[in-house]
Nanobody, 123 residues
Framework: QVQLVESGGGLVQAGGSLRLSCAAS????????MGWFRQAQGKEREFVAV????????YYSESVKGRFIISRDNAKNSVFLQMNSLKPEDTAVYYC????????????????WGQGTQVTVSS
């Protein structure tokens, strides 16, 4: 079992930055691929970014590539999402999730989910 708790969301102006954190419980955190997803109001949840078990590989959606950076600290059982150059269309609830599948962007391959943190970008 892995429990995930996100933090760091909030209100920011367009062009600004936010850093999301996700704290995980459990001793096997380093064996999980970790991903970030988001869900805007009235839309389906979508993939944002993923990082491999050791942190050596990452993959991003086209909509955030070059602006967002995913990282992890296995010693602290944490994964992060640095969000730069934020746009109003980045407004959503952001979720972190854990998967046993290597570097997957497929929502159905994720076994554990956090409760989400709201990010609102004003224009």
């Amino acid at each position: 079992q892995v429990q995930l708790v996100e933090s760091g969301g909030g209100l920011v102006q367009a062009g600004g930055s936010l850093r999301l954190s996700c704290a995980a419980s459990g001793r096997t955190f380093s064996s999980y691929t970790m991903g970030w997803f988001r869900q805007a109001q009235g839309k389906e949840r979508e993939f944002v970014a993923v990082i491999s078990w050791g942190g050596g590989s990452t993959y991003y959606s086209e909509s955030v590539k070059g602006r967002f950076i995913i990282s992890r600290d296995n010693a602290k059982n944490s994964v992060f999402l640095q969000m730069n150059s934020l746009k109003p269309e980045d407004t959503a609830v952001y979720y972190c999730a854990a998967s046993t599948t290597y570097l997957t962007h497929i929502e159905g391959r994720y076994d554990y989910w956090g409760q989400g943190t709201q990010v609102t970008v004003s224009s």
